[in-house]
């Protein structure tokens, strides 16, 4: 048997382990088995190049911070990247085969969402909430958009979705400090018209009140008690505006 031939194995041996580095050398003969040889050696280039091409794509694939997802058509995943298994407490692998609206814990029928949104659009872009492996609720900014590999008829869908507690949290802070200087503002107003102002008026209703009593003309007396029960009613709207403004409720409870 032809040497060359058992080359030949050898190198279909390896390239199936494999080692796509290894090349079959060429005999100056030029014959059949030669121009064998030289197809098993152009197999491997391009088995080399594949290998290296899809290694690429998995460490960009990997490397990338936001949770990635590939979905079959029926909202399978099919792949997921580290980040998405990290973020959301699975083992490596762990996320294969699960459907995405098990994963998705708001909006219900997150999938059948998704496809309704990308039937009008090519990207869809929206909030949801993701569920962790421990049962926690992850608030995520998703983006989701079809794609197509060339062996494949069906279309693929790329779903990425980044992890928003953190900016949640923030949004919070922000809002509850927004709050208590509005509370704040509020109480101060309400202390100073009820302290400052309501006393002022309480003062001028006492003064009228006893140059009523000292006044004989009718006339006089009538014009008074009638500037009395105005600043009555002024001191009772005063209140109810304090009252309004920083109620019990809110002073209690906030």
């Not at 041996?13 to 050398?25: M, N, T, V, W």
């Not at 069906?154 to 509850?176: C, E, G, P, S, V």
């Not at 000292?214 to 006089?220: T, V």
């Amino acid at each position: 048997m032809d040497k060359r031939l058992k080359k030949i194995s050898l190198r279909l041996s390896e390239y199936s382990l494999g080692k796509f580095d290894r090349r079959i050398a060429i005999s100056a003969a030029l014959d059949d088995i030669d121009a064998i040889s030289n197809g098993i050696n152009m197999l491997g280039e391009e088995l080399k190049a594949v290998t290296i091409s899809r290694d690429y794509f998995t460490n960009i694939f990997n490397s990338v911070s936001d949770m990635v997802f590939v979905l079959k058509p029926a909202g399978i995943i099919t792949d997921a990247n580290m980040a998405a298994e990290k973020q959301l407490g699975y083992k490596p692998g762990g996320l294969k085969n699960i459907l995405m609206n098990n994963i998705a814990a708001d909006p219900p029928f997150f999938f059948e969402i998704l496809k309704t949104e990308l039937v009008r659009t090519t990207l869809a872009s929206a909030e949801a909430f993701f569920n962790s492996g421990k049962g926690e609720q992850i608030p995520v900014r998703y983006t989701a958009s079809y794609f197509k590999i060339n062996t494949q008829r069906k279309r693929l869908m790329l779903l990425t979705a980044t992890d928003i507690t953190l900016q949640k949290k923030t949004d919070n802070l922000i809002l509850r400090a927004i709050i208590d200087a509005q509370e704040k503002e509020r109480q101060r107003l309400a202390k100073d018209l009820h302290d400052s102002l309501t006393q002022q008026l309480t003062a001028i209703k006492l003064h009228i009140s006893t140059a009523g009593s000292l006044i004989k003309n009718r006339n006089q007396k009538n014009i008074l008690q009638k500037s009395k029960e105005a600043l009555t009613e002024v001191i009772a709207d005063m209140r109810n505006i304090c009252f309004n403004l920083m109620p019990n409720t809110l002073k209690e409870l906030g």
